[in-house]
């Protein structure tokens, strides 16, 4: 679609010159490509067509038309330089690059099966005078173009939440306090800013800001408001470009007001988080400034990025799962409580149990090269939803549909090759003859400090496999779509928060594995480990604890740490009416929050990486094997005066010093978040990596084995935590190869 003249000339402030500065532009924005791919490739389809939305140098565009053979891409892009350089580097197949302005309908109704706006949406504000109306025009159309089932992504800034004034202290001592851009101090770079920076919010002025002094050495204080803090933090150090980057208004929606639009233009949120780059973080954040509110209390660096994934329903079709209210479960017809005593300690476990046993299966496949898994798309968990008021320590948002492997309840008796084959018939629409092949079980315990569930998990090989049916089961007006998603793309968005269930993580790394394939590159944060000099003891027992049988029933009941609960959810369509109103019973603890730390302690040696295991006395796990005793990585439950994620690495490091004599040196976190048991309880779990001082840790009671060897053994490993620390550890530093 050709651009108008006016079009023309209000987008004429992004083009950068010659070859030189567009190359050097280009070369910026892709080495963020990999994460750009991770956080949205497993939610698009893999066969249709795919429009990424101000495609630029073309290069994503590309990757993701190498990624995914059965796709059609189209870049669209204002700049016919951008289009005609990307149409000259970059050619495929099922590829090819149009002009056209984004905010207009370049493609039909209902032509798209997915749309991609990758930090482009916020040149719809900036180049149209700071137009919302604009921007939701843009939505109008984008969505209007989408199928029913399609995907919109997109990835930009937001409006950080927080206090409306803060004071951000910035060094004045690292430049000039005159000059050139490029030589100024950051103190006289945000002088500057602020003279010449215009939004939304000040279209004909300056950034109102208030000079003070700072408590900081050779910083100067400024208050201000939040948002402007956080335009100047993102583009402090875009200096070559800054005349360009002050054209551009970044933020312009708050997270609310991206889920408003979703979910009024009939979009499922598929997912929803506030976005913290940990190498912007670690490299331009951190000791670069201080934030913090008028009380003079540090402030958590305000996100980098933010990701919204929506999916388009039916008219009609719930786009959100909400719950209107929970009590004490009295009459329990689903989860009932019991209480196991220690013979030896006399302290007294709970355990929440329900009927049946717990059964996953992850069909795959493999077809052009790639390894397809088919999972669960949008099928309604409620329960992920409940607990609102619990702290919400990444800022994400989920609307109640997740993507998971096929996972039913099936009754003692029933055969598993029995169970497996109505299974993927009645919840995949894949009749008998289509399977192929059937792995050997893994067992796990999902959550095993409180649930009595223990998941026994299939490799089902089956025929290539598109456009299955959606059996419709359960009281909500969907189960979801079987869809077939790339193994590894998977995997990629796990690391970055994109994927919730650490259950289909699990599968798809002993799929991988079971294959002798690569998971490919890892996508989260980066594990630096300095190497010491002492080396803990390899235990070799750490993965095989002696087996010991020391609970008994405890006859006088619960004691009280664990919460059986009834909500009532209600699902909702884009108009906000209420299309089922569903019970659901599930588990929190009385006094901690629905949140979980993990923490794998680590070491570098000179004779390798060594992880510290810790064994552990469960009512759940002698339940199940006879024997009580199991290898798991340390975790607790968050208390609900935790309220910030940055606050659980000086929590990990007082629980291990505490109760391991474990001194903490570094803490990463471990990829995103993710739930283990989401039909149970809303637990969300927070994995992080912690290296400790190898002399605490040759003292320490945990059981240090080598990470090649855990990797090694990992089939026997019943901990679903340590399980996914695991993998993503050993990911992480190139154990996986």
Same mark, same amino acid.
């Given at each position: 679609?050709?651009?108008?003249?006016?079009?023309?000339?209000?987008?004429?402030? %992004?083009?950068?010159?010659?070859?030189?500065?567009?190359?050097?532009?280009?070369?910026?924005?892709?080495?963020?490509?990999?994460?750009?791919?991770?956080?949205?490739?497993?939610?698009?389809?893999?066969?249709?067509?795919?429009?990424?939305?101000?495609?630029?140098?073309?290069?994503?565009?590309?990757?993701?038309?190498?990624?995914?053979?059965?796709?059609?891409?189209?870049?669209?892009?204002?700049?016919?330089?951008?289009?005609?350089?990307?149409?000259?580097?970059?050619?495929?197949?099922?590829?090819?690059?149009?002009?056209?302005?984004?905010?207009?309908? /370049?493609?039909?109704?209902?032509?798209?099966?997915?749309?991609?706006?990758?930090?482009?949406?916020?040149?719809?504000?900036?180049?149209?005078?700071?137009? +919302?109306?604009?921007?939701?025009? $843009?939505?109008?159309?984008?969505?209007?173009?989408?199928?029913?089932?399609?995907?919109?992504?997109? !990835?930009?800034?937001?409006?950080?939440?927080?206090?409306? %004034?803060?004071?951000?202290?910035?060094?004045? *001592?690292?430049?000039?306090?005159?000059?050139?851009?490029?030589?100024?101090?950051?103190?006289?770079?945000?002088?500057?800013?602020?003279?010449? =920076?215009? $939004?939304?919010?000040?279209?004909?002025?300056?950034?109102?800001?208030?000079?003070?002094?700072?408590?900081?050495?050779?910083?100067?204080?400024?208050?201000?408001?939040?948002?402007?803090?956080?335009?100047?933090?993102?583009?402090?150090?875009?200096?070559?470009?800054?005349?360009?980057?002050?054209?551009?208004?970044?933020?312009?929606?708050?997270?609310?007001?991206?889920?408003?639009?979703?979910?009024?233009?009939?979009?499922?949120?598929?997912?929803?988080?506030?976005?913290?780059?940990?190498?912007?973080?670690?490299?331009?954040?951190?000791?670069?400034?201080?934030?913090?509110?008028?009380?003079?209390?540090?402030?958590?660096?305000?996100?980098?990025?933010?990701?919204?994934?929506?999916?388009?329903?039916?008219?009609?079709?719930?786009? %959100?799962?909400?719950?209107?209210?929970?009590?004490? +479960?009295?009459?329990?017809? =689903?989860?009932?409580? *019991?209480?196991?005593?220690?013979?030896?300690?006399?302290?007294?476990?709970?355990?929440?149990?329900?009927?049946?046993?717990?059964?996953?299966?992850?069909?795959?496949? &493999?077809?052009?090269?790639?390894?397809?898994?088919? @999972?669960?798309?949008? =099928?309604?968990?409620?329960?992920?939803?409940?607990?609102?008021?619990?702290?919400? +320590?990444?800022?994400?948002?989920?609307?109640?549909?997740?993507?998971?492997?096929?996972?039913?309840?099936? %009754?003692?008796?029933?055969?598993?090759?029995?169970?497996?084959?109505?299974?993927?018939?009645?919840?995949?629409?894949?009749?008998?003859?289509?399977?192929?092949?059937?792995?050997?079980?893994?067992?796990?315990?999902?959550?095993?400090?409180?649930?009595?569930?223990?998941?026994?998990?299939?490799?089902?090989?089956?025929?290539?496999?598109?456009?299955?049916?959606?059996?419709?089961?359960?009281?909500?007006?969907?189960?979801?779509?079987?869809?077939?998603?790339?193994?590894?793309?998977?995997?990629?968005?796990?690391?970055?928060?994109?994927?919730?269930?650490?259950?289909?993580?699990?599968?798809?790394?002993?799929?991988?594995?079971?294959?002798?394939?690569?998971?490919?590159?890892?996508?989260?944060?980066?594990?630096?480990?300095?190497?010491?000099?002492?080396?803990?003891?390899?235990?070799?027992?750490?993965?095989?604890?002696?087996?010991?049988?020391?609970?008994?029933?405890?006859?006088?009941?619960?004691?009280?740490?664990?919460?059986?609960?009834?909500?009532?959810?209600?699902?909702?369509?884009?108009?906000?009416?209420?299309?089922?109103?569903?019970?659901?019973?599930?588990?929190?603890?009385?006094?901690?929050?629905?949140?979980?730390?993990?923490?794998?302690?680590? /070491?570098?040696?000179?004779?390798?990486? &060594?992880?510290?295991?810790?064994?552990?006395?469960?009512?759940?796990?002698?339940?199940?094997?006879?024997?009580?005793?199991?290898?798991?990585?340390? @975790?607790?439950?968050?208390?609900?005066?935790?309220?910030?994620?940055?606050?659980?690495?000086?929590?990990?490091?007082?629980?291990?010093?505490?109760?391991?004599?474990?001194?903490?040196? !570094?803490?990463?976190?471990?990829?995103?978040?993710?739930?283990? *048991?989401?039909?149970?309880?809303?637990?969300?779990?927070?994995?992080?990596?912690?290296? /400790?001082?190898?002399?605490?840790?040759?003292?320490?009671?945990?059981?240090?084995?080598?990470?090649?060897?855990?990797?090694?053994?990992?089939?026997?490993? &019943?901990?679903?935590?340590?399980?996914?620390?695991?993998?993503?550890?050993?990911?992480?530093?190139?154990?996986?190869?």
């Amino acid at each position: 679609m050709a651009k108008t003249t006016s079009t023309a000339e209000a987008y004429a402030g %992004q083009h950068r010159g010659d070859a030189d500065h567009y190359a050097t532009y280009y070369a910026g924005m892709d080495a963020s490509m990999q994460q750009k791919v991770a956080l949205t490739t497993a939610h698009f389809p893999s066969r249709g067509r795919v429009a990424d939305m101000g495609s630029g140098s073309g290069r994503g565009t590309y990757d993701l038309a190498c990624l995914y053979a059965g796709l059609e891409l189209v870049g669209v892009d204002i700049n016919p330089v951008s289009v005609e350089r990307a149409t000259a580097s970059y050619q495929r197949s099922n590829l090819r690059y149009v002009v056209g302005d984004i905010a207009d309908p /370049v493609f039909e109704p209902e032509s798209l099966d997915g749309v991609l706006d990758s930090s482009v949406l916020h040149h719809v504000t900036s180049f149209n005078d700071f137009s +919302l109306a604009r921007l939701e025009q $843009c939505l109008d159309n984008q969505v209007r173009a989408l199928r029913t089932g399609g995907v919109i992504i997109i !990835r930009d800034f937001v409006i950080p939440e927080g206090p409306e %004034q803060v004071y951000l202290d910035l060094p004045e *001592t690292d430049g000039a306090a005159e000059g050139l851009v490029p030589g100024l101090s950051t103190a006289a770079l945000f002088e500057r800013f602020a003279r010449d =920076f215009r $939004c939304g919010v000040n279209r004909d002025g300056p950034v109102p800001y208030t000079r003070l002094v700072s408590p900081h050495a050779g910083h100067v204080r400024y208050q201000l408001s939040l948002r402007a803090a956080n335009e100047f933090v993102l583009r402090k150090d875009y200096r070559a470009d800054w005349d360009v980057e002050l054209l551009e208004e970044y933020t312009y929606f708050s997270q609310a007001q991206f889920e408003a639009a979703f979910r009024s233009r009939g979009l499922r949120i598929v997912s929803s988080m506030p976005i913290r780059n940990p190498w912007i973080v670690a490299n331009r954040y951190e000791g670069r400034f201080h934030l913090s509110d008028l009380e003079g209390r540090t402030l958590p660096f305000p996100p980098t990025n933010y990701l919204i994934v929506g999916e388009k329903v039916p008219r009609g079709a719930g786009v %959100q799962l909400h719950e209107e209210h929970s009590a004490p +479960l009295t009459s329990p017809h =689903f989860l009932f409580l *019991t209480a196991w005593r220690h013979e030896e300690t006399g302290r007294v476990f709970e355990l929440v149990e329900r009927p049946g046993r717990t059964l996953d299966l992850l069909p795959w496949f &493999r077809g052009e090269g790639q390894v397809f898994v088919l @999972a669960k798309k949008g =099928f309604p968990r409620p329960v992920v939803n409940a607990c609102a008021d619990h702290p919400n +320590l990444g800022g994400a948002t989920l609307s109640g549909y997740v993507t998971e492997p096929l996972a039913a309840i099936t %009754q003692a008796g029933e055969a598993p090759d029995k169970a497996i084959a109505r299974i993927l018939h009645e919840r995949a629409g894949l009749p008998a003859e289509s399977l192929r092949a059937l792995s050997e079980p893994a067992h796990y315990f999902t959550s095993p400090g409180g649930v009595s569930e223990r998941v026994s998990a299939y490799l089902v090989e089956v025929a290539p496999s598109s456009g299955l049916p959606a059996p419709d089961y359960g009281p909500f007006t969907s189960a979801g779509s079987v869809r077939e998603l790339d193994a590894r793309q998977v995997l990629r968005a796990c690391h970055v928060g994109g994927m919730v269930d650490a259950r289909l993580e699990l599968n798809i790394h002993r799929l991988l594995r079971h294959l002798g394939a690569s998971p490919g590159p890892w996508i989260g944060a980066s594990i630096q480990l300095i190497e010491q000099p002492r080396v803990p003891r390899w235990a070799e027992d750490a993965l095989a604890p002696e087996r010991r049988a020391v609970f008994s029933a405890h006859e006088e009941g619960a004691t009280g740490y664990l919460d059986l609960r009834t909500g009532t959810f209600s699902e909702r369509d884009a108009e906000g009416q209420v299309l089922a109103s569903v019970p659901r019973e599930y588990l929190v603890p009385r006094e901690a929050s629905r949140n979980t730390a993990v923490a794998l302690p680590v /070491v570098r040696t000179r004779e390798g990486i &060594r992880v510290g295991i810790e064994h552990r006395e469960l009512p759940v796990v002698q339940h199940f094997t006879g024997s009580a005793n199991l290898a798991v990585t340390p @975790a607790w439950r968050l208390p609900r005066t935790l309220a910030r994620l940055d606050e659980v690495p000086a929590f990990i490091a007082e629980r291990l010093r505490e109760e391991f004599s474990l001194t903490v040196r !570094r803490t990463w976190e471990l990829g995103g978040s993710y739930h283990a *048991t989401p039909g149970v309880t809303p637990e969300l779990v927070w994995p992080f990596a912690v290296e /400790v001082e190898a002399d605490a840790a040759c003292d320490s009671r945990l059981h240090w084995v080598p990470l090649e060897v855990l990797v090694s053994q990992l089939e026997a490993v &019943r901990d679903a935590h340590l399980l996914v620390v695991a993998w993503r550890l050993a990911h992480a530093l190139g154990v996986l190869g």
